[in-house]
């Protein structure tokens, strides 16, 4: 893997200067040392031919410390009525079948602000280290979403979700969230990568799960108050935490 720094928005009043952190993957086996080292796939530009990935305050479930909380408890009751099934399947077996990309793409329309349009959909499907997909249905066969899915041997990265929007029980996001880190755990997998953590919209994954850790820029901490604070003040920062620090002394 190679890693190069970006320069990014100077700001001289403040002396900070910062730089984006990217990774360029060379081989198939680094795929768990990059996510490990804070990194997600970076999917914004169609015209990039390797795979990329950036460097953020990136959030995980230590599957080890993961146990299930009341809110998955009662979001799991609500769904037990419908009989729910998941089933694993290798991309390459969905991404020619008919209405497949169509649903995505509805429910990207929907809730993805204009930010997954059909081409970056197709790029994300031929993305060369995405290789699962969890199919959720109910026990007649109604589709109730995907979800897009990094697997190795290890780890599992619950990269994109789409589901059905008219489905009548709330939650149903929260709750495929959910049945995907209790089947990476079922697996005997190590960690499950949920994406970036911040604003306070993120603050749902802290409240939800249990055995969460967050990338501090240096390593994966288990201090979840201080992540709360962070997501809290993130609309509201205008410098950096060392200089933030200073500045109380």
Same mark, same amino acid.
């Given at each position: 893997?190679?890693?190069?720094?970006?320069?990014?928005?100077?700001?001289?009043?403040?002396?900070?200067?910062? /730089?984006?952190?990217?990774?360029?993957?060379?081989?198939?086996?680094?795929?768990?040392?990059?996510?490990?080292?804070?990194?997600?796939?970076?999917?914004?530009?169609?015209?990039?031919?390797?795979?990329? /990935?950036?460097?953020?305050?990136?959030?995980?479930?230590?599957?080890?410390?993961? *146990?299930?909380?009341?809110?998955?408890?009662?979001?799991?009751? *609500?769904?037990?009525?419908?009989?729910?099934?998941?089933?694993?399947?290798?991309?390459?077996?969905?991404?020619?079948?008919?209405?497949f990309k169509d649903f995505c793409y509805a429910y990207?329309?929907?809730?993805?602000?204009?930010?997954?349009?059909?081409?970056?959909?197709? /790029?994300?499907?031929?993305?060369?280290?995405?290789?699962?997909?969890?199919?959720?249905?109910?026990?007649?066969?109604?589709?109730?979403?995907?979800?897009?899915?990094?697997?190795?041997?290890?780890?599992?990265?619950?990269?994109?979700?789409?589901?059905?929007?008219?489905?009548?029980?709330?939650?149903?996001g929260k709750w495929m969230m959910y049945k995907s880190?209790?089947?990476?755990?079922?697996?005997?997998?190590?960690?499950? /990568?949920?994406?970036?953590?911040?604003?306070?919209?993120?603050?749902?994954?802290?409240?939800?799960?249990?055995?969460?850790?967050?990338?501090?820029?240096?390593?994966?901490?288990?201090?979840m108050k201080k992540l709360k604070q962070k997501c809290?003040?993130?609309?509201?920062?205008?410098?950096?935490?060392?200089?933030?620090?200073?500045?109380?002394?």
């Amino acid at each position: 893997m190679k890693i190069f720094l970006s320069e990014s928005v100077p700001q001289y009043q403040t002396y900070t200067f910062n /730089y984006a952190v990217y990774c360029e993957q060379e081989k198939a086996e680094e795929t768990d040392m990059i996510y490990r080292k804070g990194f997600l796939p970076y999917s914004n530009s169609l015209s990039l031919k390797k795979p990329h /990935y950036y460097l953020a305050r990136s959030l995980r479930v230590n599957l080890e410390n993961f *146990k299930e909380t009341s809110e998955n408890r009662r979001l799991n009751k *609500k769904m037990q009525v419908y009989e729910p099934q998941i089933k694993r399947i290798n991309k390459s077996e969905l991404i020619h079948k008919e209405g497949f990309k169509d649903f995505c793409y509805a429910y990207a329309s929907a809730r993805f602000d204009g930010n997954m349009s059909k081409e970056r959909l197709e /790029y994300v499907l031929n993305w060369p280290y995405f290789t699962d997909i969890l199919q959720f249905t109910t026990s007649d066969g109604k589709l109730l979403g995907y979800v897009f899915a990094v697997l190795t041997g290890e780890i599992f990265h619950y990269w994109f979700s789409f589901y059905d929007l008219d489905f009548p029980q709330p939650g149903l996001g929260k709750w495929m969230m959910y049945k995907s880190i209790e089947w990476a755990k079922e697996q005997n997998l190590k960690e499950v /990568y949920l994406g970036t953590c911040y604003g306070e919209k993120a603050m749902y994954k802290m409240r939800d799960f249990k055995g969460l850790e967050f990338f501090d820029g240096n390593s994966w901490n288990p201090d979840m108050k201080k992540l709360k604070q962070k997501c809290k003040t993130d609309s509201q920062k205008n410098i950096d935490d060392f200089k933030a620090e200073l500045n109380k002394e």
